[in-house]
Nanobody, 124 residues
């Protein structure tokens, strides 16, 4: 069974940085696409970034492009989201998600597996 565990969230001032981690277990993830999503109070869950475990194709939402960087460590089965130049509007619960295909996917319904989420709060 696939298990995803996020960590690294916290409270940071505007302009600061955080690195989120998503530790994946239970499968060989070479044929998986991993996604990062976020959900702010009262809002729908939205796509942030995605990475294909093999080949490393990466894509971002326009709202984070140039500020966030997604990467993976194959040896650790871990995906990271480096978040720089954080803004108060980045405040949300951030989720890691996985799907056992290699494709560009930006909708929450595209993904099969989810972590429990980690809170990111950016103060102004």
């Amino acid at each position: 069974q696939v298990q995803l565990v996020e960590s690294g969230g916290g409270l940071v001032q505007a302009g600061g940085s955080l690195r989120l981690s998503c530790a994946a277990s239970g499968r060989t993830f070479s044929s998986y696409t991993m996604g990062w999503f976020r959900q702010a109070p009262g809002k729908e869950r939205e796509f942030v970034a995605g990475i294909r475990w093999s080949g490393g194709s990466i894509y971002y939402s326009d709202s984070v492009k140039g500020r966030f960087t997604v990467s993976r460590d194959n040896a650790k089965n871990t995906v990271y989201l480096q978040m720089n130049s954080l803004k108060p509007e980045d405040t949300a619960v951030y989720y890691c998600a996985a799907k056992p295909i290699l494709a560009l996917m930006t909708r929450p319904s595209d993904y099969d597996y989810w972590g429990q989420g980690t809170q990111v709060t950016v103060s102004s």
